[in-house]
């Protein structure tokens, strides 16, 4: 069974008139689906409105047969949820707690409970720590915790958000690792707003910025699709605001003391400049850099 | 730097709607307490002006200790705020040096503080300045109330708070744990009131009172009206101590807060460790990309029943748990248990003399006691539980659970419940513990579960719900902590208001008195009804919660609102209709109970109708009316149906020189009129409301021409009522009597609305309580009424087979008729028209002194000083008989009533004697005051002070029946007891006279024109009879009053008055002391003696010579407490006490005590004493009054 998620037309707005969404649509197929945007893009607005947690001002969401924003108590029946900001009580094992969760989600037989907590947190490699406080869990390993009271009771809609934010990239990687290994007939949903994330996981992805969809497809898709649009140069830092006013910069990076731009182009903009293979940060950047968005400034 | 913090501090706090909205409710409240009675504080009654000093100085007294609630947290935000916004690295690392930083954060939120309750002053000023108050009663506007309120009461307890919770918050880091100081700290100062409550720590009490709230009670506990209107508090003596005190100690905490505080980003431990823990972490073996997770789940059971119940008892067990791990509940726990402790050991003493721990007793203090931490507990845990996920950011992955909303809110719920029951059983051990200390072991465990668990424990539950409906709708944990506040504040301010129907307030029930002999009597049907009907309307309330329950990051109330009409499930209306019928239905039963088959009637309506009595009667006040000469009743009495039949007859008199036309008659509100029959009369005016009925006579009734009248009445209890529950007409220990039961002649004074303002209100004239002393015309009627002199009196008294039934009389005949028992009792003398009619089941104990049978009848089980009572009843009669006269009757009867009321009454030959008042008092210690001879004493002297002995109803009337009364008891007290316990009982007297005259609401007269005055003719007649006993003899004065008893006794109109009486007193008067009655009847006379200082030479010959400097001064007093100094020339105490011995006095061995005529009010007294001196005083033992009683002795030290 191929589960599709539809997100039609949904809009969103604040008091004090921020819109968070701006009749977002999006059809999330099965699969790993990365959903990036810098931050204050309305992206965890969208995965909470998905998780029954918000309510939109308008639109519908459908998974499957379910009507997301009526039939609540159905998609979290099959829901993994891991939000962005994500406590935990801090004087509990790592054990109990995800222990108790499992009753909550309705897994009631004691053995099958335990089964299940312990093969998930030897999935996420919590097994030595199952016995600490959380409390004293570092980032990442919280993390992991909280993908595994995620993946408590067989969800078939995963959303992870924000995920990766203040990792160290060890730490990183050893998440998206774990992330990678779920299972493939699931609808995972991830955002963030690092590229990496999207690039080394998602078979498809969507670019969210000021509450509006940008851009939605494949990522290789979209890196092909600006191949040989992308130029490189490296410049002192005082000729950058001369760059901007001449061409479409979409990114500038530091290294080792000298800036480097990249532009959007489809012939060389300059002398100086080399083509170089787009990668999935140029087409963020491309596509924010088009919405007229954020300035592109990458770390 | 520092100018910056501070103004950017208090900006902060100015800028905060919790600042603006504590100002206006200050405002508020300091307004409605001026402008209006709803709000009781200030203690301005009477003629007291709404804008007093002194009651400027309590307002703003009261509220700058409310204040604290509102102005911890500005001290704690100031402190916590950078660590809660996680800033305080970025701050510390900047250039602000620590002095400007604490300093200012300090002094910001302190000015903040101060200014969050200036528009209390406002308030006053404004609310006094309204136009609707009686212009009387509004003194002249001055600004130095209010700033010696604020320099001396409000600043300093704004700054002592303000130090000591700003050092707490520094220390903890913690807004909740400094708030948990705060708690522990009201609870400390509440509980060290109570241990500190009695009459001999009062000046260490004032010292200790942080608030000085102490201090200024002992400085103005005895100002009149007077005082209060215009005095300025000075500050001296234990004031300025305790200001000084607590001042310093304020600075200490600053100073030590200010040592303690690093100026450092410094890590909190825990986060240390977690960090370093987190940081040791090694990296472990990597999932394989790519791998399948294969995870074998468990069967998901969501939404099943048993998932349901399964993560229901899992939630409730983790809140429960949760909460009783937690500290704040054990600290608060242990307090309440500490003032459990505290409370039960003192309660129900009388004169200090503790009384058997019955376990009603502790069931009672847990629900009073309590009730405080049960509410903080319930408000703050309601709080906590209803964030608890949010706060923990759990929320969002709680929320995306397969779990319904119930299992959350209700596990809640079940959860406070579970924490309430636990609370009450640690109460109920913690109770169990005082009795067993105490040497008490019959803990009546059924008994505790229903007072405990049923009666107390069912609202707090239903309080629990209101905690977390209040925290769900408002879902703001603040706002729901003050809307709480509100509901316990609302309770007093709806009565005020007169909105005093139970169903007006939340989980409102009428009281449930519990009584050994009654048990819970007729009480618990109505409260089980009210608690049903709330618990109906909790429902409705969790109904509410369940549609309002926040899930997910919605949390506008539109939104809420569009998610609860998706909630509105097919079981959320069953449950709405259901429990929305159910209240319906069972309000309208209660409605039907309260208010169709019973009268409710609030407090207002029932002064409107007294003021309607007088102004449509009045009139007839005085008129020629007969008089009754003859009673005779036949009383049957239903325990079980709590009814009675009253019939009988009364043969009345016309003792006039008119003729009579026409016949007034009242009955009194209690019974229903079946029939009255005035022979050969029309019923003229017949006015059901306030029962005023004019019959006129066919023919008028000649002088000295009789007439019966017939009466039938009924006593019934038809279901039940809101409040004011008939207690007299109970299933065990009926006690009914003439006045509340039978049918009055004439217009009664009785009836009329005393309080003034009332009065005011209602556009009566000020009142008259009695007519003046002089007042021939009114010499004609006696104390107890106008429609009686001396009668004959028959009666037959039937009851259920189990019950005695008693009256006054000697007991003729008993007989059983029916499955009922009759007893038809006789008095073979006259008597006064007072009678009364008990029914219970009594043991008896029986005795005699002389000719004279001596019965108590009294709860089997109450048997503890049933024989004290006896040999009081003895001591007494052989006292009474040998100082006043012959006793009139051959029997003296003591029966115990239930302890709904507080009081014994003397019946001809009969006293009804409450249960609370002697029948469970513990008399082991030999220190303590033996009330239960002194009660006996005081009701066996009415046999001849009232029974005998009755004075005209004019001015001074009590002083031939209470003060004598008083004085009759103190003799045989001194007698058995000897004179040291004497004067401790008399400190109590003072002190409850001197207090009495505060709360006097319309004016203080001399004791010989006392007016009903209870503190006048008990409390000050006491101190002035013992006084002149001292001065005149025992036996002269006692022969002078025998020789008065002798001439007046049963005396026909006109009735004896105080003048009669002192002159007789005057006759035991030596030449020289003619001033005395002067100051103890005549006059307010008040005095400040003082010992200053007392030296001591040691002569040659062994002797030691003690030069006493004292101060003595003379004061009298108008009513309203206007002092004016007059010479003094007075024979006073002065005494000498050595090393104290067993067998001495609290002051030490007596080395010198005699009478010297002091005639300055500022001099030196040598006195010569054969040991060596340790204390030295003038008026030692307080027989003179005394307004500051305790500076009247001096340590002797070594002259030059």
């Known amino acids: ?299 | 730097m520092f100018i910056e913090i501070f103004r950017f501090e208090l900006r902060h706090h100015l800028r905060s709607a919790l600042f603006w909205l504590s100002a206006f409710l200050l405002f508020l409240m300091a307004f409605g307490a001026v402008a209006s009675d709803v709000v009781q504080i200030g203690g301005a009654i009477g003629r007291v002006n709404r804008n007093a000093p002194f009651v400027i100085g309590q307002i703003l007294l009261v509220m700058s200790v409310i204040a604290v609630f509102v102005t911890t947290a500005f001290l704690a935000g100031a402190v916590v705020r950078d660590y809660d916004y996680r800033t305080h690295e970025l701050f510390f690392s900047t250039r602000v040096r620590k002095r400007d930083y604490i300093w200012g954060r300090f002094l910001g939120s302190f000015v903040a503080a101060v200014l969050v309750v200036t528009p209390v002053a406002l308030g006053i000023i404004l609310g006094s300045a309204m136009p609707w108050l009686e212009p009387e009663r509004v003194g002249p506007f001055s600004l130095q109330p209010y700033l010696f309120s604020f320099l001396v009461i409000v600043i300093p307890n704004l700054f002592l708070m303000s130090a000591v919770f700003f050092g707490l918050a520094t220390a903890t880091r913690s807004v909740m744990w400094t708030y948990v100081g705060l708690v522990v700290f009201f609870v400390g100062f509440s509980i060290a009131g109570v241990l500190l409550g009695d009459l001999e720590n009062e000046g260490l009490a004032a010292i200790l009172d942080p608030f000085g709230a102490g201090a200024i009670g002992l400085a103005t506990r005895y100002w009149t009206v007077a005082e209060r209107n215009t005095q300025i508090l000075a500050v001296e003596g234990p004031l300025l101590t305790n200001r000084l005190l607590w001042s310093a100690l304020a600075a200490g905490v600053l100073i030590l807060t200010y040592a303690l505080f690093s100026f450092t980003a410094k890590e909190s431990r825990k986060a240390r460790r977690a960090r370093r823990k987190a940081e040791g972490e090694l990296p472990t073996a990597e999932v394989a990309p790519g791998a399948s997770l294969g995870i074998r789940t468990g069967t998901i059971r969501a939404y099943s029943g048993r998932a349901l119940s399964t993560q229901f008892l899992l939630q409730a067990g983790r809140e429960v748990g949760t909460v009783i791990r937690s500290l704040p509940f054990a600290v608060i726990l242990a307090l309440g248990v500490l003032n459990l402790v505290g409370t039960a050991s003192v309660t129900d003493q009388l004169f200090g003399t503790p009384v058997h721990p019955r376990t009603y007793l502790m069931f009672q203090t847990i629900a009073s006691g309590f009730l405080l931490f049960a509410i903080i507990i319930l408000t703050f845990y309601s709080g906590e539980m209803v964030f608890r996920e949010r706060s923990q950011r759990m929320d969002e992955v709680f929320d995306a659970l397969p779990v319904p909303n119930g299992v959350y809110w209700g596990s809640k719920l079940v959860a406070l419940f579970v924490i309430v029951l636990a609370v009450l059983a640690v109460a109920v051990l913690a109770s169990m513990g005082v009795q067993t200390y105490r040497g008490y072991t019959d803990f009546q465990l059924v008994l505790y579960f229903k007072g405990v668990f049923l009666l107390t424990g069912i609202p707090f539950l239903l309080i629990a719900v209101l905690a977390l409906v209040v925290q769900v709708v408002t879902n703001n944990k603040y706002v729901g902590f003050m809307l709480m506040a509100l509901y316990f504040v609302a309770a007093p301010v709806l009565q005020a208001l007169h909105f005093e129907h139970n169903l007006f307030y939340y989980a409102g029930a009428p009281l449930v008195p519990y009584s050994d002999m009654n048990g819970f009597g007729h009480f618990v049907e109505p409260v089980a009804w009210f608690y049903l009907f709330w618990s109906l309307v909790a429902v409705l309330l969790l109904a509410g919660v369940h549609l309002l329950w926040v899930r997910g990051k919605e949390t506008s109330l539109a939104k809420r609102w569009a998610l609860a009409r998706q909630r509105f499930s097919g079981p959320v209306w069953t449950t709405l209709v259901t429990a929305g019928v159910g209240a319906a239905v069972v309000g309208s039963w209660i409605f039907y109970n309260t208010n169709v088959l019973n009268q409710y009637v609030p407090g207002n309506v029932v002064e409107d109708r007294q003021a309607r009595y007088e102004k449509d009667y009045k009139r007839h006040e005085g008129i020629a009316q007969p008089r009754i000469v003859a009673i005779r009743t036949e009383v049957d009495i239903f325990p079980q149906e709590r009814a009675a039949d009253l019939r009988g007859r009364y043969r009345l008199r016309n003792k006039t020189d008119e003729a009579i036309t026409e016949l007034h008659v009242t009955v009194p509100p209690e019974v229903d009129i079946e029939e009255i029959v005035v022979p050969g009369s029309t019923l003229a005016t017949e006015d059901d409301e306030v029962r005023y009925y004019i019959y006129r006579l066919a023919s008028p009734l000649a002088p000295g021409a009789e007439l019966d009248l017939d009466f039938s009445l009924r006593a019934r209890s038809p279901g039940f009522r809101n409040h004011g529950f008939n207690n007299r007409l109970v299933e065990n220990g009926t006690f009914i009597n003439s006045g509340g039961f039978f049918p009055h002649i004439g217009y009664s004074r009785g009836g009329e609305l005393t309080d003034p303002n009332e009065r005011r209100k209602r556009d009566l004239p000020p009142v008259q309580r009695l007519p003046a002393l002089e007042d021939e015309a009114a010499w004609r009627n006696h104390q107890l009424g106008m429609e009686a002199d001396w009668v004959e009196y028959e009666t037959v008294v039937s009851t259920s087979a189990d019950q005695i039934a008693l009256a006054p009389g000697y007991l003729q005949r008993e007989w059983e008729e029916d499955g009922r028992r009759y007893f038809h009792y006789r008095m073979d003398a006259p008597i006064l028209a007072y009678h009364s009619y008990l029914s219970a089941r009594w043991a008896v104990k029986e005795d005699r002194w002389r000719e004279v049978d001596i019965a108590v009848y009294y709860h089997p089980g109450h048997d503890y000083n049933v024989d004290k009572m006896i040999e009081a009843a003895k001591k007494g009669l052989e006292y009474f008989t040998a100082n006043f006269g012959p006793y009139q009757h051959r029997q003296f009867r003591i029966i115990e009533f239930p302890r709904y009321a507080q009081f014994a009454e003397a019946f001809p030959n009969t006293i009804p004697f409450s249960e609370s008042i002697g029948f469970i008092a513990r008399l082991d210690d030999p220190d303590e005051i033996d009330y239960v001879t002194y009660v006996t004493a005081h009701e066996l002297a009415h046999q001849w002070w009232a029974h005998q002995v009755i004075g005209a109803a004019v001015q001074g009337t009590t002083v031939m029946t209470e003060t004598m009364a008083q004085y009759s008891a103190l003799m045989v007290m001194e007698d058995e007891y000897g004179p040291e316990l004497m004067r401790r009982f008399l400190r109590y007297e003072l002190d409850s006279y001197l207090r009495g005259r505060g709360g006097e609401l319309i004016e203080e007269l001399p004791l010989k024109r006392v007016e009903f005055q209870p503190y006048i003719h008990y409390r000050k007649g006491s101190l002035a009879m013992y006084a002149l006993k001292d001065y005149v003899g025992e036996d002269t004065l006692n022969s002078a009053l025998a020789r008065y008893v002798a001439d007046v006794k049963f005396r026909e109109p006109p009735y004896t008055t105080t003048l009669e009486f002192l002159d007789y007193v005057d006759d035991a008067v030596p030449e020289g002391q003619e001033h005395l009655l002067e100051d103890l009847f005549e006059t307010i006379t008040l005095y400040e003696n003082q010992a200053r200082e007392a030296t001591v030479e040691e002569r040659p010959d062994g002797t030691h010579v003690v030069r006493l400097t004292v101060e003595s001064r003379k004061y009298r007093a108008d009513g309203f407490g206007e002092e004016t100094e007059i010479p003094v020339d007075d024979w006073i105490d002065v005494a000498v006490f050595g090393e104290r011995g067993d067998e001495d006095p609290p002051e030490g061995k007596i080395l010198l005590l005699e009478k010297r005529r002091v005639t300055e009010a500022e001099g030196v007294i040598e006195l010569v004493v054969d040991e060596e001196p340790r204390q030295a005083g003038i008026d030692p033992f307080n027989k003179l009054v005394d307004r500051n009683p305790e500076n009247n002795l001096v340590r002797v030290t070594e002259g030059m």
């Open chain 1, 1 to 299: 069974m191929s589960l599709q998620l539809e997100v039609r037309d949904l809009s969103k707005t604040y008091p004090g008139n921020v819109q968070a969404l701006r009749n977002v649509t999006l059809s999330i197929p099965t699969g790993m689906f990365g959903l990036l945007g810098p931050n204050g893009a309305g992206k965890s607005t969208l995965m909470r409105t998905i998780a029954t947690l918000q309510e939109p001002d308008h639109g519908s969401i459908t998974l499957g047969e379910i009507d997301v924003l009526k039939q609540k108590d159905e998609v979290r029946k099959i829901l993994g949820y891991l939000p962005q900001d994500f406590g935990v009580y801090p004087r509990v094992s790592a054990q109990a707690m995800l222990d108790h969760l499992a009753v909550l989600k309705g897994i009631v037989h004691r053995g099958e409970r335990r089964e299940t907590v312990e093969a998930l947190l030897h999935q996420t490699n919590l097994w030595d720590a199952r016995k600490r406080k959380l409390g004293t869990f570092s980032g990442g390993m919280r993390q992991r915790f909280g993908i595994a009271q995620a993946l408590l009771g067989d969800p078939r809609l995963i959303i992870v958000d924000e995920p990766t934010a203040g990792l160290d990239p060890e730490e990183r990687l050893r998440f998206l690792n774990l992330l990678s290994a779920i299972g493939e007939n699931m609808v995972v949903i991830l955002s963030t707003h690092i590229v990496e994330d999207v690039s080394e996981l998602c078979q498809r992805m969507a670019i969210i910025s000021e509450g509006e969809l940008l851009l939605t497809g494949e990522p290789r898709q979209a890196i092909q699709d600006l191949h040989g649009k992308i130029w490189q140069k490296v410049i002192a830092r005082e000729e950058l605001d001369a760059h901007r006013v001449r061409m479409s910069v979409i990114s500038t990076q530091l290294a080792g003391g000298r800036t480097v731009v990249h532009v959007h182009s489809d012939a060389a903009p300059d002398e100086g400049f080399e083509a170089v293979e787009a990668d999935l940060k140029d087409v963020y950047f491309t596509v924010l850099k088009r919405s007229g968005g954020a300035a592109a400034q990458a770390a």
